[in-house]
């Protein structure tokens, strides 16, 4: 088995002509190209041989030897450094077995590296007290270069927070900006349709059924937006009062019936008798839910099932809302609620949104002291679908403290 050489080395040509040196000798040479990769590969290849340069991007030769010498795996591993800056006292004091000066001699270069393959070490002339000074001297320099980084993390921090601040400022901004002239146009679009401002011929309502639906869209993205910069900032607020959940559930579903019609999905369901009295947001809760919803119609495809189920449990109600889809990643189902989180979010994407809605759904059950998580099928109404399940709970009236929670 031929013996293996790690070279690191930020120079391309100067890897490319060691590599062609050493492959005469049948020697399998790995290449890094700074020292950080050339660290993590001498910990994962363990090399029979390494050669180091010293003027490295990221860890110089001197810290790359004097990490790699803390392992014992690599304890005895030959060290060569290569360089045309370095010093040969400092490369040995950290731990070099051997020292090489660039330009190398490609006459004579190949036998040097078989020679310390083949156990010879240099020899240093340093008193211990000298290579204690070096290694002191080394070790501030280490010192110095860390509190360099620490600032310039410090000072990249600040400026992501910054810029984590005017990204929320702007979609407040923006959301409100663009909602301000959508009232009028929804408003003025509404009385056309209604045929409040006179008759309309058949082809003039089928364009503003259009442009109705488009506006509609419009402003659900706006809204989503606008709550989810309610959330990030913590200005969601919540009004509470006493509703009947099995209501706001029905609802949902049947504000989703067109949506449905059009990708000839049948909706299953299972409820119990009601009321089922809970107090809190049923506005809000409602939208939670229709968001939920649309994922499942979203994800389903066509002439397949959409489930909703609803039971009363000890002190609690349990929602399950679940497709006939393809399901979520089991590593991905926390991601999912995180805001602008999406399965494909490239422009060319099967499906539309932003990826905000399952993060606001979320917040809000939240809100309600509720949760919700994922699960991988469901048995609804005798029907058993595939896809993803989400599972809401939400408590029921006695359950909440006398302060309801806000959000």
């Given at each position: 088995m031929a013996s293996r050489v790690l070279h690191i080395e930020d120079d391309p040509s100067n890897r490319l002509l060691v590599r062609k040196l050493l492959a005469v000798e049948g020697l399998e040479v790995i290449d890094a190209a700074d020292g950080l990769?050339?660290?993590?590969?001498?910990?994962?290849?363990?090399?029979?041989?390494i050669l180091v340069d010293i003027n490295l991007p990221g860890l110089d030769g001197y810290e790359v030897t004097l990490r790699l010498r803390a392992e014992p795996v690599l304890k005895e591993t030959p060290i060569i450094a290569i360089t045309a800056e370095g010093d040969r006292d400092t490369s040995m004091a950290v731990g070099c077995t051997?020292?090489?000066?660039?330009?190398?001699?490609?006459?004579?270069?190949?036998?040097?590296?078989?020679?310390?393959?083949?156990?010879?070490?240099?020899?240093?002339?340093?008193?211990v007290d000298a290579t204690e000074a070096v290694l002191r001297t080394q070790g501030g320099r280490i010192v110095a270069r860390l509190e360099a980084k620490v600032e310039e993390l410090e000072r990249m921090n600040a400026r992501l927070r910054e810029l984590d601040r005017l990204r929320t400022e702007f979609y407040?901004?923006?959301?409100?900006?663009?909602?301000?002239?959508?009232?009028?146009?929804?408003?003025?679009?509404?009385m056309l349709v209604d045929e409040e401002l006179g008759p309309l011929e058949k082809p003039q309502k089928k364009a503003l059924r259009a442009m109705d639906d488009c506006v509609r869209r419009l402003r659900t993205t706006l809204d989503n937006l606008i709550d989810v910069t309610a959330i990030e900032t913590g200005r969601m607020r919540l009004h509470h009062r006493d509703f009947d959940l099995l209501e706001v559930v029905k609802r949902s579903a049947a504000s989703l019936q067109d949506a449905m019609n059009d990708k000839r999905l049948r909706l299953v369901d299972e409820y119990p008798r009601g009321p089922l009295a809970t107090?809190?947001?049923?506005?809000?809760?409602?939208?939670?839910?229709?968001?939920?919803?649309?994922n499942a119609v979203k994800f389903t495809a066509e002439s397949s099932l959409v489930g909703v189920c609803v039971r009363a449990l000890g002190d609690a109600y349990e929602i399950t809302i679940a497709d006939d889809g393809l399901g979520v990643d089991p590593a991905k189902h926390d991601q999912v609620f995180e805001p602008f989180v999406q399965g494909d979010g490239s422009a060319t994407r099967t499906h539309g949104g932003v990826g905000v809605g399952l993060a606001i759904a979320k917040k809000v059950i939240e809100g309600h002291g509720g949760s919700i998580r994922i699960a991988r099928g469901a048995v609804v109404g005798g029907e058993t679908l595939s896809g993803a399940a989400f599972v809401v709970l939400v408590p029921k009236t006695a359950a909440f403290a006398t302060r309801p929670p806000h959000g």
């Open positions: 990769e050339g660290v993590r590969l001498a910990l994962s290849e363990l090399p029979d041989l051997g020292f090489l000066q660039k330009p190398i001699d490609a006459r004579k270069f190949s036998a040097q590296v078989m020679q310390y393959l083949g156990g010879f070490r240099e020899r240093t002339t340093s008193t407040r901004n923006m959301s409100h900006e663009l909602a301000t002239p959508m009232t009028p146009i929804v408003g003025y679009l509404r107090f809190g947001d049923p506005d809000r809760l409602q939208r939670a839910l229709l968001q939920v919803l649309e």
